[in-house]
């Protein structure tokens, strides 16, 4: 039926999204499976998104009826919300892609109903109203901008496992005073501290052997860099 009403859970590049509406536009075989290229309309985190001739493999996919939507997504989603925090979930373990929740002084548990908290995903906390957060020691990474643009955020408490931080994860934080960055990471990316107008300290690890462009980009003149001596000797500018 061309014209009917479907509901599907599709997950790209990490985000989940509720298929609405389809108007089928074109059916093409490629390599014996069967691709359905059509305008959708998308209902992703928070807010509508038009997408336009998106190609998706229907051939793994059970297309429900408008009354056969799952009474719980996140079964659907692999996906998990626990006080305000948003979770992806992959086996038994789990990554921070949003937080919705009002508290302003966060700790996120090393631990959420069963699975463990390894990453907190790209822009998971971009432009919050946090001030304060202390990242459990089971993470390992911190995606690109991932607490970007969060101009009350004063203290932050980075997990001691915590090998790869993405590229101006930090950069507007502007009440950032201070940041001790766990050994273990190796590589500061671009932009990281961008726009930190109230950094005065950071502490480096002897772990760090290369830096990006502008990690520093428009922070103080007299920040000072707690490092061992022969630090910027050793370490590698790209």
Same mark, same amino acid.
């Given at each position: 039926?061309?014209?009917?009403?479907?509901?599907?859970?599709?997950?790209?590049?990490?985000?989940?999204?509720?298929?609405?509406?389809?108007?089928?536009?074109?059916?093409?075989?490629?390599?014996?499976?069967?691709? /359905?290229?059509?305008?959708?309309?998308?209902?992703?985190?928070?807010?509508?998104?038009?997408?336009?001739?998106?190609?998706?493999?229907? #051939?793994?996919?059970?297309?429900?009826?408008?009354?056969?939507?799952?009474?719980?997504? #996140?079964?659907?989603?692999?996906?998990?919300?626990?006080?305000?925090?948003?979770?992806?979930?992959?086996? $038994?373990?789990?990554?921070?892609?949003?937080?919705?929740?009002?508290?302003?002084?966060?700790?996120?548990?090393?631990?959420?109903?069963? !699975?463990?908290?390894?990453?907190?995903?790209?822009?998971?906390? !971009?432009?919050?109203?946090?001030?304060?957060?202390?990242?459990? $020691?089971?993470?390992?990474?911190?995606?690109?901008?991932?607490?970007?643009?969060? #101009?009350?955020?004063?203290?932050?408490?980075?997990?001691?496992?915590?090998?790869?931080?993405?590229?101006?994860?930090?950069?507007?934080?502007?009440?950032?005073?201070?940041?001790?960055?766990? !050994?273990?990471?190796?590589?500061?990316?671009?932009?990281?501290?961008?726009?930190?107008?109230?950094?005065?300290?950071?502490?480096?690890?002897?772990?760090?052997?290369?830096?990006?462009?502008?990690?520093?980009?428009?922070?103080?003149?007299?920040?000072? !860099?707690?490092?061992?001596?022969?630090? /910027?000797?050793?370490?590698?500018?790209?």
């Amino acid at each position: 039926d061309m014209d009917s009403k479907v509901v599907q859970y599709f997950k790209v590049a990490d985000s989940t999204y509720k298929v609405e509406t389809i108007s089928i536009a074109k059916l093409s075989v490629v390599d014996d499976v069967m691709i /359905w290229t059509f305008p959708l309309h998308v209902d992703g985190n928070t807010k509508d998104v038009s997408v336009d001739d998106i190609c998706i493999n229907l #051939s793994s996919a059970t297309v429900n009826s408008e009354e056969n939507i799952p009474s719980n997504p #996140s079964q659907q989603t692999n996906r998990l919300e626990y006080e305000g925090l948003v979770l992806l979930l992959d086996g $038994n373990s789990a990554s921070v892609i949003g937080y919705n929740g009002k508290k302003t002084q966060l700790e996120i548990p090393e631990e959420i109903e069963g !699975y463990k908290v390894v990453a907190i995903s790209e822009s998971a906390f !971009y432009e919050s109203n946090l001030v304060s957060i202390i990242v459990p $020691n089971s993470v390992t990474s911190i995606g690109a901008y991932a607490f970007c643009g969060s #101009s009350k955020l004063s203290s932050i408490k980075l997990s001691n496992s915590l090998d790869t931080i993405g590229e101006s994860a930090f950069a507007g934080c502007i009440k950032l005073s201070s940041i001790e960055i766990p !050994y273990g990471v190796e590589y500061l990316s671009d932009h990281l501290f961008s726009a930190c107008t109230g950094l005065r300290r950071i502490t480096l690890p002897d772990s760090i052997i290369g830096m990006g462009n502008e990690v520093f980009y428009r922070c103080r003149d007299d920040l000072e !860099y707690i490092a061992s001596p022969g630090f /910027w000797d050793r370490v590698t500018q790209y």
